[in-house]
């Protein structure tokens, strides 16, 4: 699986609290392994971002993707519950 980190997730990621940052850092691990791991509750989102998913970083941070391509991901979004807006 290859893993791609857009220009607003990387701006978005340098913001972060270390804690968060090292927090990410496992969950994508397990994501690595299986996206849908019930440990990152990995949900499909609706209206305007119906093409995306999501998975918990903890329980205010979040992670948006995208699946593009068989084993191409793309993270677009990383932040609390605003980044849906």
């Not at 270390?18 to 019930?38: T, Y």
């Not at 989102?45 to 205010?60: E, V």
Request: charged fraction near 35%; glycine fraction near 2%; aromatic fraction near 16%.
């Amino acid at each position: 699986m290859k893993i791609y980190y857009s220009s607003k997730f990387a701006k978005e990621y340098k913001r972060l609290p270390l804690k968060i940052k090292l927090a990410a850092e496992k969950r994508e691990k397990i994501f690595r392994k299986n996206p849908h791991d019930p440990r990152l509750k990995t949900h499909k989102l609706t209206g305007k971002l119906k093409d995306y998913y999501s998975f918990s970083i903890d329980y205010q941070h979040r992670i948006i993707f995208e699946f593009a391509e068989k084993d191409i991901i793309w993270f677009h979004s990383v932040g609390t519950h605003s980044i849906y807006k």
